[in-house]
């Protein structure tokens, strides 16, 4: 049943393999027409997966159930613990397959035009295709040990992608910082696997998640330094998740992975890669709730801080993809408090349902807004907002997909980011109005500063002079950022908590008029400021930056975080843990084996002499030691 | 003439082994020490020669071991004097001790 998505991960497998080997063979053209052609393969039996199971198999008795396609046992480790490779299916792992999906083709697609004429190119739709495999396979994962191996193949290939450009250092600095980063809570990650499979048995996540499992059924006692060991593991399995996901203090690579062309950075840092942390969290939802709801409130404040630092941040930034990535960190910060507020079942599971629909609408806004931003960069040849203005003349297409999504961002009805981020405010609502009020204040935030984005690229000085007119770009461009725009006016409309709820069972939500009228009122709000300061150019940005001097530095310098992070390692860290180490290292570990190799070394210089190679020297022992074997036979 | 004893011919072969063995250890050039080498190699036939005769008087095996040992020696000097020769052109000496060019 269904054993036609084993070739959804397959292909793109085959083609990372096919493309990298061959790539170099073949024209640039004929290699992205291939990649672009498995990626259309992939994402057409996605949809088919999706209308199958959403419409016809997966429902039963009123809720979704898991099915299995495929599963191999790859490695028994005791009698009860073993490592699969599998597929999934559940509505949450095949919502995650249509944004992966979508947006990986609408990528591969726009790339086509942006990445013309670079060099590397093959290589760019071999990397492209690693990424979709790995991704596609971390949301089928039948059990967080497949989700962990799929984990840190996105890392490797993201990694590879932020620093395609690997000949500019800047470049190459970022995809070191990011794979560092994340391998860093990875490291968590991995122990808190570690600690929940000892304690389980299983790795699972059909029994890890059951809200009668293994775990759950039966309370373990064990405790460790007061708090007990399954909430350690799922603190620690958060962790990896806010790497991969930017949340604080983590977030630091994620503005840096700017460096990356354009297109990667709509993909990997804005749809898919960076929220595989929200599908963990989700995925392991059950556990958290049931098993570690200390954890879920602890998420829930890690996550409103987050956002509201990261809007505060990204109000400062003139990197027009800066602001992006810090609004990117914002929005999954939103989809992480909406995990933390949820309760589990029917009206209760609002904010899981809210978190996942607000990552399936985000995905494409966001991937919309980069690529947008990308055709700018494409057309200007510069990241920086000082270089920009009163492109909507040249860049018609560019100019209202942006709007679309700066409107679907900012929450105005009927774009999809209105539905997803009011049923979050909701569920934070009926949590903890402090939670409420740090969202509500960052829906403001993510307003001004999109449309001080926009404005500043698109209106602002109208006779800017360029050094060759801007034109709009290329057809395999603006047919993505199109395509994406569509998605963005209509996914708002899909019945999304028929299709994901924290239990699997349908329920009906509808929209809290008092809440939704008062998030676009406060996006109004913040529209309407952007527009004041940044529609015509004057000071009052200037005057504002003067007002709040120190504050307006520190949030441009992205409150110090970096320079805090660098102090740790290279102070802390370096001089008094890794200088030691390096110091035993180097004088225990290696002078004794430098003793033993030095003292051999010694001796055989010692016994060479014997061996002169002087044929009468070696008949005088021989000679010798035949008499005296004589004179022993005869004598004794 | 049958009435020499078996000692006076092991002492004559002994006399010669020794000279072989002294020959081989002190001398330096190579065609000295060839020398040497047949020294011994006499000693020993002369060994054959006489034990067949004193202790199998009418047999000849020893005899005619003694005469296929002078063959195989014949052959394996001129072998000797042949390389000897080829060291001599190539290097102008034939010194034991100092033709060691392709010791290393």
Known sequence: MMSYTLIILILPALMFLFLGLCGSKMKPVVAGTFGTFGLTVVTVLSYVTAATYFFSIGKTGGAYQTIIPFNVEWLRITEKLHIDLGIMLDPISVVMLIVVSTVSLMVHIYSLGYMKGERGFQRYYALLSLFSFSMLGLVVATNIFQMYIFWELVGVSSYTLIGFYYTKPSAVAASKKAFIVTRFADLFFLIGILVISFYSQTFDFASLTSPTGSILGQPIGATFMGVSVISWAMMLIFIGGAGKSAMMPFHIWLPDAMEGPTPVSALIHAATMVVAGVFLVARMFPLYFFGAPDVLNIIAYIGAITALFAAIVACTQTD????????????????????????????????????MFHLFTHAFFKALLFLCAGSVIHVIHSNEMDDMGGLRKYMPITHITFLVACLSISGIPPFSGFFSKD?????????????????????????FYMFRLYFRIFWGENNKQYEHTPHESPANMTIPLIFLAALTCITGFVPFSQLVSSDFIPFQTHIEWSIAGLSILVAIIGITIATVMYRKENNIPHRVAVVAKGFYTSAYHKFYFDEIWFFITKNIIFNNVSKPIAWFDRHIVDGFMNFLSSSTNFVSRKIKVVQSGEIQDYTWAFFMGALVMIVLLIFV | MSNIPLAAYLAVSTVMFFAGVYGFLSRRNMLTILMSLELMLNAADLNFAVFNKYLYPGQFEGVFFTLFAIGVSAAETAIAIAIIINIYRNLRNINVDEVNKMKF
Request: proline share 0%; hydrophobic share 50%; charged share 10%.
């Open chain 1, 320 to 355: 027009i993809k800066r602001v992006l990535a810090f609004s990117t960190i914002s929005q999954i910060a939103y989809m992480i408090t909406a995990l933390g507020v949820s309760g589990y079942g029917g009206e209760a599971g609002l904010g899981y349902m809210a978190s």
């Open chain 1, 423 to 447: 049923e979050i405010l909701v569920a934070a609502f009926n949590k903890d109005i402090l939670l409420f009020g740090c969202l509500y204040f960052c829906a403001g935030l993510t307003a």
